[in-house]
């Protein structure tokens, strides 16, 4: 017996695709032309200075299919959380120099990889230099940690570890 797949549906949202704006209330609207829906993310600072998501709105167009649970959680959350940071960062009149421009390079695990490639290793040693060089608040360790939304103790340690020892061979 054989059964016919389902055809898979086309992904929400491709946020490389997507125009990018801000809006008055820190908030940032993704717009996919080949998407059926309008994504708002509002991005909050926890007390560690870590960011994320504090509301998400998403906005069905006319005449594509309602939001569903399943294909809501089809949405790249890390990547729009990534994106929106760094645009409300390039916003911000006292953020550190160049701030904005690293925060693009601390791209998230693309989706299905369970690994991270060489080019993440390299970007992990210039992202701590250029905060190390330019003393950002926390250091080089810290700033990883903040881009990246991980903690220091033990990922940005044993981030730095593996990034060295790769550059060393």
Avoid: C, K
Avoid at 65 to 75: D, G
Wanted: net charge positive.
């Amino acid at each position: 017996m054989t059964t016919r797949a389902r055809p898979v549906a086309p992904r929400p949202l491709d946020v490389d695709q997507a125009r990018i704006a801000r809006a008055g209330d820190r908030s940032v609207l993704f717009d996919d032309p080949g998407s059926p829906w309008l994504v708002r993310v509002w991005v909050g600072i926890d007390r560690r200075g870590r960011r994320y998501i504090s509301r998400l709105r998403v906005d069905s167009r006319p005449g594509h299919p309602p939001i569903s649970a399943a294909r809501l959680a089809r949405l790249p959350t890390s990547q729009l959380l990534h994106v929106a940071s760094a645009q409300l960062a390039a916003a911000r009149p006292d953020g550190h120099p160049n701030e904005a421009w690293y925060r693009m390079l601390a791209t998230p695990l693309p989706r299905g990889q369970r690994s991270w490639g060489d080019d993440h290793w390299d970007r992990v040693l210039v992202v701590h230099q250029w905060a190390t060089d330019t003393g950002r608040p926390g250091g080089g360790a810290q700033a990883v940690a903040d881009l990246w939304g991980v903690s220091v103790n033990p990922t940005v340690y044993r981030w730095l570890a593996q990034a060295r020892s790769r550059q060393g061979s």
